[in-house]
């Protein structure tokens, strides 16, 4: 990093950046480090990498069609194209084209409309004359697809850390595989020499020469003006191998075998960037496409980040890279280094930590793996043509029914003891407020259409009424609280509990109403109390995976013949009606897998949320963008 005298001058107008803002980029790499079992995002020997399946929807339907890859093909929807193969790029096509422009530059295109739902159809498929009227889109091939991928991935590399960044693409931890192989391939590593001046904190010998053929492309340390990328060698490079760059080949040499596992077995190409973090790795494999991967050394940084637009970074396009722009009359990275930590600060807020480091090519986000256990399940449809009668809801509830179905099966194949607790049906009209139904999803051995539609149109007449006449524009089905059965119970059907056989077990009045809004309380009511019973706290409460709180049963009420018996059923109940609370909280906030909606006073307006003006760069990004951003300067706090 910069020292602090360079960090605390304030901006006088673009400066020229040089290589101390770059300033670890060669650190000492010790016996201590290459035999440290804890590797962290400071490790000097971390290596990450992006792998991106090339053109992914489209290659998806030509290997289930079967076509050669050199066949010029695009996937729509509807009118729109939402994938281009790289042959029909070839024929200046892309997705802003409608699929008749795209047929008028060329004529042998393939074209290959998405896959999509009807009512009475229990799997999506492939029809003539789909119609958004009465057609539902469906990504289930591209989701199987991209999971055969992963779990070649995990087959190919058991050491290493993966985590799905997209359907297309994953990010790959390598620092402990190459850790290993490094090992193998230079034993006298692995052990400290007697004569070590400094014991094991001695700097490792110097590295043998690496020989990067066949190994990818190299970007250039010192790009000439004027010559085709990746066409220098290393021999035209002022360059001394490192110990990193070792660990970069090794990853690459990996990585290629697993490209060529996924080409052999699934029939995919795809493209990788292999560098030391994850924003470093996610620009590279953009580097050179398709069908390649590009390396970026330490030494390659400076001069590969400089001239990039820094508004076409992630996080760093938008309203905040709007306001960079302006403020500092600035377009590239290079502009920006002259900025100095505090003045970025002062204008942007301490957050803009994480900013600053990016612009020197500075990550400590991690790889972690995705837990595969959805929490929920959204199947969605936006009507081109408003409901306006009651029992035209029934057939595009079928047609989500549908989709859900096949993806609950899916899941429960890999584990089968997976279940939703609840079933909530939404209804907007327009762009207005959602309403919302939800109820308790019994257990059953088998996922049909038809059990997910009954219950789906016991909901719609709830939400409905008595109302004669409709309005509505959306319609989304949804399954929440998806859990596995816990190890050790006798059988699911007993983990399970119905809504009818809660309530009989409860003795408990409940209102016919399941409005999401309607059911929303506060964590101090009922679904929350202290528990003052004899009994062990693991049997009267839990803690929330979300919330971090442990929730606690009432007391025995009347009509419960034993503790026992209030423990088992009563806690079953308190972990969904505490999940409701929680996907009360999230309809309300907007999340990712539902609409926005707002909740409901008793009175039936609407409650009225004060939220304090975001400052700083909050005010440039949706809760969830800053959450990812604030973990990197997070991460970077701890680390220091």
């Known amino acids: 990093m910069n020292s602090p005298s360079k960090v605390g001058t304030l901006w006088k107008g673009k400066g020229k950046a040089t290589v101390q803002d770059y300033g670890d980029l060669q650190p000492t790499i010790t016996y201590r480090h290459l035999l440290s079992h804890n590797l962290g995002v400071k490790d000097p020997l971390r290596v990450i990498a992006l792998c991106d399946s090339d053109a992914f929807y489209a290659a998806c339907e030509r290997v289930r069609l079967g076509l050669d890859p050199s066949v010029p093909l695009v996937v729509q929807q509807w009118e729109s194209l939402i994938a281009v193969s790289y042959p029909a790029r070839k024929f200046g096509i892309s997705r802003m084209d409608k699929i008749k422009d795209a047929k008028n530059k060329c004529p042998n295109l393939v074209a290959v409309h998405v896959a999509t739902y009807k009512e009475g159809e229990k799997e999506p498929g492939y029809w003539d004359n789909v119609d958004t009227r009465t057609h539902k889109v469906s990504l289930d091939l591209y989701r199987r697809e991209s999971n055969k991928i992963i779990s070649l991935f995990k087959e190919a590399l058991p050491s290493g850390e993966i985590e799905k960044a997209s359907i297309d693409e994953a990010f790959i931890d390598f620092t402990r595989p190459v850790r290993e192989r490094l090992l193998e391939q230079f034993p006298y590593l692995g052990k400290v ?69 996924v080409h052999k077995n699934l029939g995919y190409s795809m493209s ?66 002259g900025v100095s930590l505090d003045e970025m600060q002062n204008k942007f807020g301490e957050n803009a930590m994480w900013v600053y480091e990016l612009l020197r090519g500075v990550d400590r986000s991690e790889v972690k793996e995705k837990s595969a256990l959805f929490k929920s399940m959204l199947a969605s449809k936006n009507l081109p043509k408003p409901i306006t009668r009651p029992d035209e809801g029934h057939q595009w509830i079928r047609v989500l029914a549908a989709e859900l179905a096949l993806r609950l099966n899916d899941a429960r194949e890999e584990m089968p003891t997976l279940w939703p607790k609840t079933i909530v049906l939404h ?125 606690f049963l009432r007391e025995s009420q009347p009509g419960h013949s034993s503790i026992e018996e209030h423990s088992a059923v009563g806690l079953a109940r308190l972990r969904v009606e505490h999940d409701d609370f929680h996907f009360a909280q999230d309809l309300a906030n907007g999340s990712d897998n539902s609409v926005s909606v707002k909740p409901r006073s008793s009175s039936g307006g609407l409650k009225r949320k004060t939220e304090a003006e975001p400052k700083g760069i909050a005010k440039f990004f949706s809760n969830k963008q800053l959450e990812r951003g604030q973990g990197q300067s997070l991460a970077g706090k701890k680390s220091r």
């Open 427 to 551: 209804a907007r009209k327009d762009y207005e407020t959602s309403r919302s139904k939800q109820s308790a999803f019994p257990f059953s051995r088998e996922v049909t259409v038809d059990m997910i539609a009954a219950a789906a149109d016991k909901l719609w007449k709830e939400l409905i009424g008595e109302a004669k006449s409709i309005k509505v524009g959306c319609v989304q089905l949804a399954f929440t609280g998806i859990e596995t059965a816990e190890m050790g119970q006798q059988n699911i059907e007993g983990f399970f509990k119905t809504k009818e056989s809660q309530r009989s077990a409860l003795k408990r009045p409940r209102s016919d109403s399941n409005d999401a809004f309607e059911n929303e309380r506060d964590e101090g009511g009922r679904s929350r109390t202290t528990s003052t019973a004899p009994h062990s706290a693991s049997s009267t409460s839990f803690v929330c995976e979300r919330c971090r709180k442990r929730i």
């Open 272 to 337: 990788a960037g292999i560098a030391r973090n994850k924003f470093l790795a996610k620009l590279s494999a953009s580097y050179k496409k398709p069908n390649s991967q590009s390396i970026l050394r330490n030494d390659a940084i400076p001069n590969y980040l400089r001239p990039l637009g820094f508004q076409k970074i992630r996080f760093l396009g938008g309203k905040l890279g709007d306001a960079l722009a302006k403020e500092y009359d600035v377009s590239t990275v290079g502009d920006l280094l």
């Open 193 to 261: 020499p007697p004569g070590a001046p400094q014991g094991v904190d001695s700097p490792l010998p110097p590295p043998p020469p690496i020989d990067w053929n066949q190994l990818g492309v190299l970007i250039p340390i010192t790009p000439t003006e004027g010559s085709n990328e990746g066409e220098l060698s290393v021999f035209e490079d002022d360059h001394v191998t490192t110990w990193h760059d070792v660990a970069l080949s090794i990853a690459a040499e990996l990585m290629g075998k697993i490209r060529e596992e």
